[in-house]
């Protein structure tokens, strides 16, 4: 397993396919790196419309995946809410 309790932001380009770990195996979290593999588990793909910023869920806890909801706060005895606003 390596998943991380925090977001990560990432600078994604318009157009450009990328691959969200949602298996929580992949060396390169918050990306997919092909771990997945035979787990019968599949990345998420995003392709945006615009050059973005954006924080992707590092501990694939999340309810707006590939996106942080803030769920990694309920492990640190926090809220939901830091960073959800900052995905949509
Ligand atoms: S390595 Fe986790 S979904 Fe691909």
Redesign the pocket.
Do not use: A
């Given at each position: 397993m390596s998943t991380c309790n925090h977001p990560v932001a990432v600078a994604l380009k318009a157009g450009k396919r990328y691959?969200w770990?949602?298996?929580?195996?992949?060396k390169t979290n918050p990306k997919?790196?092909?771990?997945?593999k035979g787990s019968g588990?599949?990345?998420i793909r995003i392709v945006l419309e615009e050059d973005k910023t954006v924080y992707l869920c590092g501990c694939k806890q999340t309810g707006h995946a590939p996106y942080c909801d803030g769920s990694h706060q309920l492990f640190n005895g926090g809220g939901r809410d830091e960073y959800f606003e900052d995905n949509t």
């Open positions: 691959s770990c949602r298996c929580g195996k992949s997919c790196d092909g771990s997945h588990i599949s990345p």
